[in-house]
């Protein structure tokens, strides 16, 4: 079983920018496909991004894409989600997650495997 920790949260002025990281450990991180997912007060878990195992595929919400990037470092058993040009709407808790099936991507919380407990982020405008 693997567990996740994510880190690098914060307040931030609009238009500024974070990275988050979460790093895995116990378990083989290299065979995990990854996602962020956020979630801001009184709305549903909803998806950012997502990458293969291999970091050969990746994939955005629509409200991110352009502004956010989704990496990760096998060697470091580390996924990062780069964010820019960080708009009020992105305050929410950030929580990355793990998928067994780890060569296809997914936009379902529940397609996931395994979880962190969240780093939060505050845009102010």
């Known amino acids: 079983q693997v567990q996740l920790v994510e880190s690098g949260g914060g307040l931030v002025q609009a238009g500024g920018s974070l990275r988050l990281s979460c790093a895995a450990s116990g378990g083989f991180f290299s065979i995990y496909a990854m996602g962020w997912f956020r979630q801001a007060p009184g709305k549903e878990r909803e998806f950012v991004a997502a990458?293969?195992?291999?970091?050969?595929?990746?994939d955005y919400a629509d409200s991110v894409k352009g502004r956010f990037t989704i990496s990760r470092d096998n060697t470091k058993n580390t996924v990062y989600l780069q964010m820019h040009s960080l708009k009020p709407e992105d305050t929410a808790v950030y929580y990355c997650a793990a998928r067994l099936l780890a060569d296809s991507l997914s936009r379902k919380w529940n397609g996931y495997n395994y979880w962190g407990q969240g780093t939060q982020v505050t845009v102010s405008s």
């Open positions: 990458v293969t195992r291999g970091a050969g595929s990746t």
